[in-house]
Protein backbone atom coordinates (compact mmCIF):
# COMPACT_ATOMS: atom_id res chain seq x y z
CA UNK A 1 0.00 0.00 0.00
CA UNK A 2 1.54 3.25 -0.91
CA UNK A 3 1.65 6.09 1.36
CA UNK A 4 2.99 9.29 1.70
CA UNK A 5 3.39 11.00 4.78
CA UNK A 6 3.86 14.82 5.72
CA UNK A 7 6.00 16.37 8.53
CA UNK A 8 8.20 19.40 9.98
CA UNK A 9 6.06 22.46 9.15
CA UNK A 10 5.12 24.85 11.10
CA UNK A 11 5.31 28.90 12.18
CA UNK A 12 8.54 30.81 11.52
CA UNK A 13 9.37 34.38 11.50
CA UNK A 14 10.08 35.53 7.79
CA UNK A 15 13.68 35.12 7.18
CA UNK A 16 13.65 31.22 9.31
CA UNK A 17 13.76 28.04 8.04
CA UNK A 18 11.87 24.72 7.66
CA UNK A 19 12.67 21.31 6.46
CA UNK A 20 9.68 19.46 5.73
CA UNK A 21 9.99 15.56 5.08
CA UNK A 22 8.31 13.18 3.12
CA UNK A 23 8.03 9.43 4.54
CA UNK A 24 6.97 7.05 1.70
CA UNK A 25 6.07 3.22 2.33
CA UNK A 26 4.95 1.07 -0.46
CA UNK A 27 7.04 1.90 -2.93
CA UNK A 28 10.75 3.43 -3.31
CA UNK A 29 11.09 7.15 -3.85
CA UNK A 30 14.09 6.92 -6.13
CA UNK A 31 12.09 4.30 -8.45
CA UNK A 32 9.52 7.35 -8.94
CA UNK A 33 9.43 11.11 -9.73
CA UNK A 34 8.70 13.07 -6.35
CA UNK A 35 7.40 16.64 -5.75
CA UNK A 36 6.43 18.72 -3.31
CA UNK A 37 3.41 21.10 -3.83
CA UNK A 38 1.31 24.11 -1.71
CA UNK A 39 -1.65 25.44 -2.04
CA UNK A 40 -2.27 28.80 0.10
CA UNK A 41 -6.52 29.67 0.78
CA UNK A 42 -8.26 30.67 -2.47
CA UNK A 43 -5.56 30.06 -4.33
CA UNK A 44 -4.69 26.99 -7.05
CA UNK A 45 -2.22 24.23 -5.66
CA UNK A 46 1.08 24.53 -7.29
CA UNK A 47 4.28 22.72 -7.73
CA UNK A 48 7.20 23.83 -5.48
CA UNK A 49 10.12 21.35 -6.85
CA UNK A 50 10.53 17.84 -8.47
CA UNK A 51 13.41 15.32 -8.31
CA UNK A 52 13.14 12.90 -11.10
CA UNK A 53 13.95 9.09 -11.08
CA UNK A 54 17.19 7.80 -9.59
CA UNK A 55 17.66 11.56 -6.81
CA UNK A 56 18.75 12.85 -11.41
CA UNK A 57 17.25 16.62 -11.91
CA UNK A 58 15.45 19.41 -10.05
CA UNK A 59 13.53 21.73 -11.12
CA UNK A 60 12.16 24.68 -8.73
CA UNK A 61 9.38 27.30 -8.84
CA UNK A 62 10.98 30.63 -9.70
CA UNK A 63 9.32 32.28 -6.62
CA UNK A 64 11.72 29.68 -4.29
CA UNK A 65 14.82 29.10 -6.81
CA UNK A 66 17.50 29.74 -4.57
CA UNK A 67 15.63 29.47 -1.37
CA UNK A 68 14.81 25.58 -1.19
CA UNK A 69 16.18 22.18 -1.74
CA UNK A 70 14.76 19.03 -2.52
CA UNK A 71 16.61 15.88 -1.44
CA UNK A 72 16.14 12.37 -1.64
CA UNK A 73 19.32 10.85 -0.04
CA UNK A 74 20.55 7.78 -1.05
CA UNK A 75 19.60 4.78 1.66
CA UNK A 76 15.98 6.58 2.71
CA UNK A 77 12.96 6.69 1.86
CA UNK A 78 12.49 10.08 2.28
CA UNK A 79 12.08 13.23 0.20
CA UNK A 80 13.08 16.08 2.11
CA UNK A 81 12.50 20.22 1.31
CA UNK A 82 14.87 22.35 2.88
CA UNK A 83 13.10 25.80 3.08
CA UNK A 84 15.47 28.69 3.75
CA UNK A 85 14.69 32.42 3.44
CA UNK A 86 10.87 32.16 4.35
CA UNK A 87 8.70 34.65 3.10
CA UNK A 88 5.39 35.23 4.26
CA UNK A 89 3.95 34.56 0.70
CA UNK A 90 5.32 30.86 1.40
CA UNK A 91 2.34 30.18 3.66
CA UNK A 92 0.46 27.53 2.38
CA UNK A 93 -0.10 23.58 3.10
CA UNK A 94 2.17 21.97 1.88
CA UNK A 95 1.72 18.15 0.06
CA UNK A 96 4.21 15.70 -1.01
CA UNK A 97 3.20 13.47 -4.52
CA UNK A 98 4.84 10.88 -6.32
CA UNK A 99 4.10 9.81 -9.77
CA UNK A 100 3.93 6.15 -10.23
CA UNK A 101 3.22 6.23 -13.89
CA UNK A 102 5.22 7.39 -16.36
CA UNK A 103 7.32 10.18 -14.81
CA UNK A 104 6.16 12.11 -18.04
CA UNK A 105 4.31 15.58 -18.67
CA UNK A 106 4.77 18.83 -16.97
CA UNK A 107 6.73 18.29 -13.32
CA UNK A 108 3.84 21.18 -11.87
CA UNK A 109 1.05 19.78 -13.19
CA UNK A 110 -0.43 18.16 -9.89
CA UNK A 111 -2.80 15.77 -11.81
CA UNK A 112 0.64 13.85 -13.26
CA UNK A 113 0.70 12.80 -9.36
CA UNK A 114 -1.36 9.55 -8.48
CA UNK A 115 -0.23 9.71 -4.71
CA UNK A 116 -0.35 12.44 -2.17
CA UNK A 117 0.12 13.09 1.53
CA UNK A 118 -2.07 14.50 3.65
CA UNK A 119 -0.16 17.88 4.40
CA UNK A 120 1.72 19.90 6.71
CA UNK A 121 1.52 23.21 7.35
CA UNK A 122 3.55 25.87 6.79
CA UNK A 123 3.12 29.98 8.49
CA UNK A 124 5.71 32.56 8.01
CA UNK A 125 5.36 36.14 9.58
CA UNK A 126 6.49 39.47 8.76
Known amino acids: QVQLVESGGGSVQAGGSLRLSCAAS????????MAWFRQAPGKEREGVAVIYVGGGSTYYHISVKGRFTISQPNAENMVYLQMNSLKPEDTAMYYC???????????????????WGQGTPVTVSS
Open 97 to 115: AADLKDGGGWWANPYEYNY
Open 26 to 33: GFTTSSAR
